[in-house]
C-alpha cells in the first residue's frame, strides 16, 4: 500500500524565512507525486507535478524538488499570504488513486 | 470557467441519521471523485466515477455510503445511517481524465454527527 509521510506537522516562520517542507514516500512504482495547497475552509488547490527523480518546478516563491525516496517543497523569502497547509500526493502505477499525506501546515509571521 | 459546485457547504445530523451531498463538476470533466478529510489529516478517496461508471470505491464503506453519478455529470454522496466518526469535510473533485494528478476540488461539505 502507498504511504505519504510529511513533515514537519507544522511550521512557523518570519516572513522572508526561507525553509522545506519534506515529503517521503513508499510506492511499488511512481507514476507521479503531487504538491496541494489548501486554505482553511476551502478544498485543495493544485501546485505541481514531478514525474521522475531529477525533476524541479518553480512557481513564484515555491520550487519543488523530487527524489527517489522524497520530495522537498522549497519556500523562499516567503509572505504571509504563503500561509496555508501543504499536501503531497502519490499516484503508483497500476492504481488510478492519489493517496495524500496529512500535511504540513505554514504560518508566515509579518 | 466555474468551478466544481458542492452543496450544502455545512450540516448538522443526529446519529443514525441520513444525509446527502451533491457535487456538479467542472463541465467537460469525465473524472469525478469523492475525498473525506478528517480534522488534522489528509484526503482519503472515497469513491472515484469515470463518466458513470466507477473506477475505484476500495475505500467506501459500503454498508452506509452509497454515491451516483447518473449522466455522467453530477453526482450524489449519501450516508445512511451516520455515525460519530462520519463527521469529516467531504470533498468533490473533477478532473479531466482518469490519468491526471491534476485534481480540480470543490470548497467541500462539512459534516458533524451528533
Known amino acids: 500500500e502507498d504511504q505519504v509521510t510529511q513533515s514537519p506537522e507544522a511550521l512557523r516562520l518570519q516572513e522572508g524565512e526561507s525553509s522545506s517542507l519534506n515529503c517521503s514516500y513508499t510506492?511499488?512504482?511512481?507514476?507521479?507525486l503531487f504538491w496541494y495547497r489548501q486554505d482553511p475552509g476551502k478544498g485543495p488547490e493544485f501546485l505541481f507535478t514531478l514525474y521522475s527523480a531529477g525533476e524541479e518546478k518553480e512557481k513564484e516563491r515555491l520550487k519543488a524538488t523530487l527524489t527517489k525516496k522524497e520530495s522537498f517543497l522549497h519556500i523562499t523569502a516567503p509572505k504571509p499570504e504563503d500561509s496555508a497547509t501543504y499536501l503531497c500526493a502519490v499516484r503508483d502505477f497500476g492504481n488510478e488513486k492519489l493517496t495524500f499525506g496529512t500535511g504540513t501546515r505554514l504560518t508566515i509571521i509579518p | 470557467e466555474a468551478g466544481v459546485a458542492q452543496s450544502p457547504r455545512y450540516k448538522i445530523i443526529e446519529k443514525r441519521q441520513s444525509v446527502a451531498f451533491w457535487c456538479n463538476p467542472i463541465s467537460g470533466h469525465a473524472t469525478l471523485y469523492w475525498y473525506q478529510q478528517i480534522l488534522g489529516q489528509g484526503p482519503k478517496l472515497l469513491i472515484q466515477f469515470q463518466n458513470n461508471g466507477v473506477v475505484d470505491d476500495s475505500q467506501l464503506p459500503k454498508d452506509r455510503f452509497s454515491a451516483e453519478r447518473l449522466k455522467g455529470v453530477d453526482s450524489t454522496l449519501k450516508i445512511q445511517p451516520a455515525k460519530l466518526e462520519d463527521s469529516a469535510v467531504y470533498l468533490c473533485?473533477?478532473?479531466?481524465?482518469?490519468?491526471?494528478?491534476?485534481?480540480?476540488f470543490g470548497e467541500g461539505s462539512r459534516l458533524t454527527v451528533l
Open positions: 473533485a473533477s478532473s479531466l481524465g482518469a490519468g491526471t494528478g491534476e485534481l480540480f
Open positions: 510506492v511499488s512504482g511512481l507514476r507521479g
